[in-house]
């Protein structure tokens, strides 16, 4: 062996270096629960010790088939020698190390096999290595904080992980063992809990029998599991012989990944504690939610086999299984947490998934928009203002024919001018000059009319087409502004009016088709303006 050809890392260099692999506390912790379940754990208690000092100790207990002194050994090494049992959690031997260093600068380890074995416990403290320079571990005796701590986390077996010298635990500094602190870690608790509950709801779930029963619990609270696809309301809608993957992997070797689509129930039929408990209904939400062997590692996100998070498939969620025989195929990462579809992987998923996801969009839009329509907009202000406006240029109605759904007026054409505009009668007086309907089968934003508060005395009218793109995208985003709904009103008011002033019988077509023109042009320029999600037209006391 050339010496010359030893190239060892710099310890303190590497061993800080380390510590910015992208992990957070949430994936962190994830990634020791990995190693707990690894080792055939039933119970892990997660204690978050804020000290009167402001000290921030994190001790993580399972009750697995625990290590003797030869196996911490090598658990602690960076780069630990791969697990026989192909399926473990833990990939790459680094998981431990990196996700501890990434929160403190030392971690522990305490751990025992045996009833009859003495607990071994080894320790890295990245200051000492920076001191030593060398890459050294602590072998320090076991205190009788960490024995308690073992009896209470663990039981007679399993393994202890300690994280102290928290400096990255919390995001920001606080006055130490301050009430603002105190705070913080409760709010830690709680994003900590949700993400475990997620991350691990196949294990935490004793109705799910695809894996076996895990219990996790954080300062004595059990984790409750989250099923992101809320089965029990939400539609499974990939056919059953589509639900299975043959995916090739670079040796020519084939394996088969797993998938189904959930449309979840809009929320609108679901109750808020419903939605917030259960559904969690978001842009980010939507898209892949990704399994190795039964442990999420992608929550969300379409991975580029569709574009960007919009609204009207903020319903969809897709679940992808597959097993450690394809984590070369889709590259996953050292912290779990992101994997990478191969182009033609991607490309067969976006053929796959593309009804469904037209489905879901479609029935977004169909449930906001009649959900749009159940929000009465108020057009008062338009009506008292026209109606309080007597100099308007506008056409004089001699007569009304309701039956034929025609009228004679005077108008700068000329006189006894007959026009087949649409003529109602006994309206609601708030609403006799501008008013929303559904019965506009045209697909016109607006049309003239003649309208009276009781069966004489018609005066013109516009009436609009809740069904069009204009109505639903633009006027409902501008019903929490009046003069803005008042200003829409006006201008289609003076349209309509404009129109019946200036037409007669032969000009009408003309009129029309102009009509039909600026409303087909309106819904192509709204094309790409989404939808308002229903929370936009909530008022703040029904959010």
Same mark, same amino acid.
């Given at each position: 062996?050339?010496?010359?050809?030893?190239?060892?890392?710099?310890?303190?260099?590497?061993?800080?270096?380390?510590?910015?692999?992208?992990?957070?506390?949430?994936?962190?912790?994830?990634?020791?629960?990995?190693?707990?379940?690894?080792?055939?754990?039933?119970?892990?208690?997660? #204690?978050?010790?804020?000290?009167?000092?402001?000290?921030?100790?994190?001790?993580?207990?399972?009750?697995?088939?625990?290590?003797?002194?030869?196996?911490?050994?090598?658990?602690?090494?960076?780069? +630990?020698?791969?697990?026989?049992?192909?399926?473990?959690?833990?990939?790459?031997?680094?998981?431990?190390?990196?996700?501890?260093?990434?929160?403190?600068?030392?971690?522990?380890?305490?751990?025992?096999?045996?009833?009859?074995?003495?607990?071994?416990?080894? +320790?890295?403290?990245?200051?000492?290595?920076?001191?030593?320079?060398?890459?050294?571990?602590?072998?320090?005796?076991?205190?009788?904080?960490?024995?308690?701590?073992?009896?209470?986390?663990?039981?007679?077996?399993?393994?202890?992980?300690?994280?102290?010298?928290?400096?990255?635990?919390?995001?920001?500094?606080?006055?130490?063992?301050?009430?603002?602190?105190?705070? +913080?870690?409760?709010?830690?608790?709680?994003?900590?809990?949700?993400?475990?509950?997620?991350?691990?709801?196949?294990?935490?779930?004793?109705?799910?029998?695809?894996?076996?029963? @895990?219990?996790?619990?954080?300062?004595?609270?059990?984790?409750?599991?989250?099923?992101?696809?809320?089965?029990?309301?939400?539609?499974?809608?990939?056919?059953?012989?589509?639900?299975?993957?043959?995916?090739?992997?670079?040796?020519?070797?084939?394996?088969?990944?797993?998938?189904?689509?959930?449309?979840?129930?809009?929320?609108?039929?679901?109750?808020?504690?419903?939605?917030?408990?259960?559904?969690?209904?978001?842009?980010?939400?939507?898209?892949?939610?990704?399994?190795?062997?039964?442990?999420?590692?992608?929550?969300?996100?379409?991975?580029?086999?569709?574009?960007?998070?919009? !609204?009207?498939?903020?319903?969809?969620?897709?679940?992808?299984?597959?097993?450690?025989?394809?984590?070369? +195929?889709?590259?996953?990462?050292?912290?779990?947490?992101?994997?990478?579809?191969?182009?033609?992987?991607?490309?067969?998923?976006?053929?796959?998934?593309? !009804?469904?996801?037209?489905?879901?969009?479609?029935?977004?839009?169909?449930?906001?928009?009649?959900?749009?329509?159940?929000?009465?907009?108020?057009?008062?202000?338009?009506?008292?203002?026209?109606?309080?406006?007597?100099?308007?240029?506008? !056409?004089?109605?001699?007569? @009304?024919?309701?039956?034929?759904?025609?009228?004679?007026?005077?108008?700068?054409?000329?006189?006894?001018?007959?026009?087949?505009?649409?003529?109602?009668?006994? @309206?609601?007086?708030?609403?006799?000059?501008?008013?929303?309907?559904?019965?506009?089968?045209?697909?016109?934003?607006?049309?003239?009319?003649?309208?009276?508060?009781?069966?004489?005395?018609?005066?013109?009218?516009?009436?609009?087409?809740?069904?069009?793109?204009?109505?639903?995208?633009?006027?409902?985003?501008?019903?929490?502004?009046?003069?803005?709904?008042?200003?829409?009103?006006?201008?289609?008011?003076?349209?309509?009016?404009?129109?019946?002033?200036?037409?007669?019988?032969?000009?009408?077509?003309?009129?029309?088709?102009?009509?039909? #023109?600026?409303?087909?042009?309106?819904?192509?320029?709204?094309?790409?303006?989404?939808? !308002?999600?229903?929370?936009?037209?909530?008022?703040?006391?029904?959010?």
């Amino acid at each position: 062996m050339d010496d010359n050809l030893i190239n060892e890392p710099d310890a303190k260099r590497l061993i800080f270096g380390l510590r910015d692999t992208g992990y957070n506390v949430k994936t962190a912790a994830a990634d020791v629960i990995d190693n707990s379940i690894a080792a055939n754990a039933t119970e892990i208690k997660i #204690e978050i010790v804020l000290q009167a000092d402001g000290r921030k100790i994190v001790y993580f207990g399972d009750n697995g088939d625990g290590m003797d002194a030869k196996g911490v050994h090598k658990a602690m090494r960076y780069g +630990a020698p791969q697990r026989d049992n192909k399926q473990s959690l833990g990939k790459f031997g680094l998981g431990l190390k990196t996700a501890s260093s990434s929160v403190c600068l030392k971690f522990t380890v305490v751990s025992r096999s045996s009833r009859d074995q003495e607990l071994v416990k080894l +320790a890295w403290d990245l200051d000492h290595v920076a001191q030593k320079e060398v890459w050294e571990m602590l072998k320090e005796p076991i205190t009788a904080d960490e024995s308690d701590a073992f009896n209470n986390l663990c039981g007679p077996t399993g393994t202890l992980v300690v994280w102290e010298k928290c400096d990255r635990i919390l995001t920001k500094d606080y006055a130490a063992g301050g009430s603002k602190e105190k705070a +913080a870690i409760s709010r830690l608790e709680e994003s900590l809990a949700k993400h475990i509950s997620l991350v691990f709801h196949r294990f935490l779930d004793k109705t799910d029998t695809r894996e076996r029963n @895990v219990d996790i619990c954080i300062n004595q609270s059990p984790v409750i599991p989250w099923n992101p696809f809320y089965p029990k309301r939400s539609e499974q809608v990939l056919a059953d012989e589509k639900q299975k993957l043959i995916v090739e992997l670079p040796d020519g070797t084939q394996k088969i990944a797993y998938i189904r689509a959930w449309i979840l129930p809009h929320r609108n039929d679901m109750t808020k504690e419903e939605e917030r408990t259960h559904a969690r209904i978001s842009n980010r939400a939507q898209g892949f939610y990704v399994y190795r062997e039964g442990r999420l590692i992608q929550d969300g996100s379409w991975l580029e086999v569709f574009g960007s998070p919009e !609204p009207h498939t903020s319903l969809l969620r897709i679940e992808f299984d597959f097993g450690h025989e394809l984590d070369d +195929a889709f590259r996953i990462d050292v912290k779990k947490s992101r994997i990478l579809f191969h182009p033609d992987l991607g490309d067969g998923l976006r053929e796959l998934l593309q !009804p469904v996801y037209r489905e879901a969009g479609r029935r977004a839009r169909r449930q906001n928009r009649e959900f749009a329509n159940s929000q009465d907009i108020d057009h008062t202000s338009a009506n008292k203002n026209i109606a309080e406006t007597n100099n308007a240029n506008k !056409p004089q109605i001699a007569s @009304v024919d309701s039956k034929a759904q025609s009228a004679i007026v005077s108008n700068n054409m000329g006189q006894k001018i007959k026009l087949k505009l649409p003529v109602q009668s006994n @309206v609601s007086p708030d609403t006799i000059y501008v008013d929303a309907v559904e019965d506009i089968t045209s697909g016109e934003l607006w049309i003239p009319a003649f309208r009276s508060a009781g069966e004489s005395g018609h005066t013109p009218a516009v009436l609009l087409n809740k069904h069009h793109d204009f109505y639903q995208k633009i006027y409902q985003r501008a019903a929490a502004n009046g003069y803005a709904v008042e200003g829409m009103d006006l201008l289609l008011w003076a349209f309509a009016v404009a129109e019946q002033n200036n037409t007669n019988e032969e000009l009408e077509p003309i009129f029309e088709d102009i009509r039909n #023109e600026i409303s087909n042009n309106l819904r192509k320029l709204l094309r790409n303006v989404p939808d !308002p999600d229903p929370t936009e037209l909530m008022s703040e006391d029904e959010e």
